[in-house]
């Protein structure tokens, strides 16, 4: 596949107490988990805003400070392919088929998958190069919801992550991420 996978690894962690990407289940951090999930799926995976120690492919944040916009907007940067691939390293039972459900949106330039309710899921996205500049635009002018992105972007889907989940075509929990140390599941 021509697609990076990025895997956000920034933020504080205030609500989950400690370091997310390092939290192990069943013995393995959440960002290892998440890397080796995607690796058979691409020439390009990489932890975004990584941190000492990783043991893989991490790439550093070009603009930091301003939230998960700048992990994006790094990550599209630092990518090899012209389509990201951008998740959060926060979702332990992410499964690897929701790469396929997106590319299958194919003339997109954003396919951000939403629930019935109107809920978006922007850090389990697939997103394109074409985008660094409006982000940058936005951080500069001090917008920094990636959510104000999708108004700008024309080629742009939000298919239902409900529908995948009625047509068994990824888990219930597929999008259940952790933050706050309850949270935990193994």
């Not at 330039?109 to 074409?130: A, D, I, M, Q």
């Not at 700008?152 to 995948?164: A, C, G, L, Q, T």
Request: aromatic share 8%; hydrophobic share 40%; charged share 25%.
């Amino acid at each position: 596949m021509h697609v990076s996978v990025a895997i956000l690894t920034g933020g504080n962690s205030s609500r989950f107490g400690r370091s997310k990407q390092l939290h192990e289940i069943e013995g393995r951090p959440l960002y290892s988990m998440c890397y080796e999930k995607f690796t058979p799926l691409s020439d390009d995976v990489f932890l975004q805003g990584g941190f000492a120690g990783a043991d893989v492919d991490v790439r550093g944040d070009i603009v930091s400070g301003v939230g998960p916009i700048g992990g994006l907007y790094s990550a599209l940067m630092n990518a090899r392919h012209e389509r990201v691939f951008v998740l959060a390293c926060d979702m332990p039972h992410l499964d690897p088929r929701i790469l396929t459900l997106l590319l299958e949106h194919g003339e997109s330039e954003l396919v951000v998958p939403k629930w019935r309710n109107g809920y978006l899921e922007p850090l389990c996205s697939l997103y394109s190069k074409t985008q660094a500049p409006i982000l940058r635009e936005m951080m500069d002018g001090g917008v920094l919801k990636i959510s104000r992105l999708f108004t700008k972007v024309e080629r742009s889907e939000f298919p239902v992550i409900d529908d995948w989940i009625e047509e068994g075509l990824i888990s219930k929990d597929c999008f259940l991420n952790m933050n706050e140390m309850p949270d935990y599941r193994d």
